[in-house]
């Protein structure tokens, strides 16, 4: 039931600890006031280490390390000492020249290491302690670029802060990449256990939703008798690390991760009704419990009834009841049973979808295979790693019929952001470069920075040059209400602007973004043929469902694009196909499920206004 096709690789620990490494790093030194270009290259590193596959130590042995583009000869010592001691003397060093209590400060949210550094530096604060009794006795006073809006949001970033560190880890719910990449591994693992038939992810996580509580395992077995078996093989499986609670349908374990996992072991036969009443959600099985009602049925984890003979039938807890049910084998039988069509668990959530069902209403949800092509990536000429021909024959691998290449706009120095003059220079390169390939075509875009007030980074006679223009808010993401939507609004009323790219900037359990008026923007992207994204990229996925799904019925073109920085983060489309099916999203209102030509004149009809 899971989609095959995603093949986006988890990092190893290793990968991630020296992708860590190298992050802190570079915001060690940003904090320090370094350089802006060694932080640059830093936060490089760090990235092609997190999005690669290869084995550093297998690579460091075979002396190869020095292969690898854009880690320089620096950056290789730092990791073959890692790789060797665990350790950094760079880091160690940097680290030294810093107070320790600065550190946590990076973590609260409104304070970057450039307002860090000059409390630092300017008012002698060391930890959060001092932070807060500076605000308190007003001793921020005066500090440049500190004014008083800047300070209540520093107030309300340590509150948050202190409120999230007082509640631990488990009040945190995981992000969605981090938990289908272990659930996957996990189902893996179970389904390979002896005696199991078959096993699905059940729960939140079959839904897509964009954060998860725990994993939920429904398994199949011939013989339950087998089951306590089969459990005591579960509780031994690599990466349980602690057993919560096991019996012989039910076991919970704490996994490496940090999650929760249930695993449940049903009989073959009861299948499809387990998997259907533990994926949820508990609205969507409120809703078709109704219905069978209506038509004189019960159903619940084991199957679908007739009523009459369900209440006069023998029941024992933990076990299928005795007698014949209508169906029960699977989720197919089950919906149609019920005179429904097959409902995606994207979308069983209680909004609907079970009268579209009734009525044969139910969208045609868009599928990876749908996609023609990316409407926002990045190369090496902004911030990403690779170059215009690397990323279009990425593209051109998956199939896509065209590709924009929207690289960062000048404002926007801490990702090399293009000038007018280099801007010009790329969209002459790419379209030379396109003209040169052979079954996909390249669009010079651009994304261009939203500045605080609305205005773009670059004026209309520049933009008029591009193909295509994605406009992104990047900074002053803690405006007010009114303040953030005028922002949005002044740059959709732009001819120039065909998509805005994540349009909030929020960060799934990092930042709230900016607090739309949601109603407004939406109106004005449908009245004046602008695109808004659902930006697959992890933790942005920005637009969520909800506001996709507003968006959508308003009759607004939705793109789909994964703002690659790199060959391998093209892979992250099946995240962002995941918010569209959960917002009933067709094909027809994605804009890169269209032609090219359609794509073009999309643009071209808002020129034309
Ligand atoms: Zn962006
Ligand atoms: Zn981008």
């Known amino acids: 039931m899971l989609p095959a096709d995603r093949a986006y690789n988890p990092p190893m620990s290793l990968n991630e600890d020296l992708s860590t490494l190298f992050n802190d790093l570079a915001a060690l030194m940003e904090l320090r006031g370094e350089n802006v ?69 990076m973590h609260i949210e409104g304070l970057g290491p450039k307002t860090i550094n000059l409390l630092w530096k300017e008012r002698n604060i060391t930890s959060l302690e001092e932070l807060e009794k500076a605000i308190s006795s007003g001793a921020l006073e005066g500090l440049k670029g500190v004014g008083p809006k800047k300070i209540e949001t520093i107030r309300a970033g340590i509150e948050a802060y202190k409120a999230k560190a007082a509640a631990g880890p488990v009040a945190r719910r995981t992000g969605i990449l981090e938990a289908l990449t272990a659930g996957e591994e996990m189902v893996e693992r179970v389904r390979a256990i002896k005696g199991i038939v078959k096993a699905e992810i059940a729960g939140s996580l079959r839904r897509r939703r964009e954060t998860i509580a725990d994993i939920d395992i429904v398994g199949a077995v011939k013989d339950m008798d087998a089951a306590a078996k089969i459990m005591a093989e579960f509780v031994k499986l690599a990466g349980v690390v602690q057993v919560i609670v096991t019996g012989a349908s039910k076991s919970s374990v704490k996994i490496a991760n940090g999650m929760q996992l249930d695993l449940r072991l049903v009989p073959e036969e009861n299948f499809g009704a387990a998997l259907l009443y533990f994926t949820g959600s508990k609205e969507h099985n409120v809703k078709i419990r109704g219905l069978a009602q209506k038509k004189k049925m019960t159903l619940n984890e084991w199957g679908l009834y007739k009523l009459d003979e369900y209440e006069k039938a023998k029941k024992e807890t933990a076990k299928p009841p005795e007698l014949k049910p209508v169906a029960c084998r699977s989720e197919e039988e089950i919906y149609k049973k019920l005179g429904l069509e097959f409902i995606a668990p994207e979308i069983r959530e209680g909004r609907g979808e079970v009268d579209a069902a009734a009525s044969g209403k139910l969208p045609v949800l868009i599928v990876r295979k749908d996609i023609r092509g990316d409407l926002h990536a990045h190369t090496n000429e902004s911030d990403g790693t690779a170059t215009i021909e690397e990323m279009a024959a990425a593209a051109k691998r998956l199939g896509y019929e065209y590709l924009a290449v929207t690289d960062h706009s000048k404002a926007l120095a801490m990702t090399n952001g293009l000038s007018v003059e280099r801007l010009l220079k790329h969209i002459e390169n790419i379209h030379r470069i396109s003209g040169k390939l052979k079954g996909i075509t390249l669009l010079a875009g651009s994304e261009v920075d939203i500045m605080a007030d609305g205005h773009l980074d670059y004026e209309d006679d520049v933009l008029k040059e591009l193909d295509i223009v994605v406009a992104s808010p990047h900074v002053s993401l803690k405006q007010d209400s009114q303040k953030a939507t005028d922002r949005l609004l002044r740059a959709i009323d732009n001819k120039y602007v065909n998509i805005i790219g994540h349009p909030t900037g929020r960060l799934i359990n990092r930042r709230e973004g900016l607090p739309l008026e949601m109603d407004k923007v939406i109106d004005r992207a449908a009245t004046s043929g602008t695109c808004l994204e659902i930006n697959a990229s992890y933790p942005r996925l920005d637009l969520d469902d909800i506001n996709a799904r507003h968006a959508c019925e308003a009759g607004v073109m939705i793109s789909i694009d994964t703002d690659a920085h790199s060959t391998g983060e093209f892979d992250l489309i099946p995240y962002g196909i995941d918010v569209a099916r959960r917002a009933g999203l067709e094909a027809k209102s994605v804009l890169n499920a269209q032609p090219l030509a359609t794509v073009r004149k999309f643009v071209k009809s808002k020129r034309d206004r």
């Open 37 to 105: 270009f060694k932080v640059i290259a830093f936060q490089k590193v760090s990235r092609i280490i997190r999005e690669s596959n290869i084995d550093f130590k297998k690579c460091m042995e075979e002396g190869k390390l020095c292969d690898i583009e854009g880690i320089g000869k620096g950056s290789q010592q730092i990791i073959e000492e890692f790789i060797e001691t665990g350790k950094s003397t760079v880091f160690d060093e940097i680290a030294a020249a810093v107070p320790k209590g600065l550190v946590p400060l």
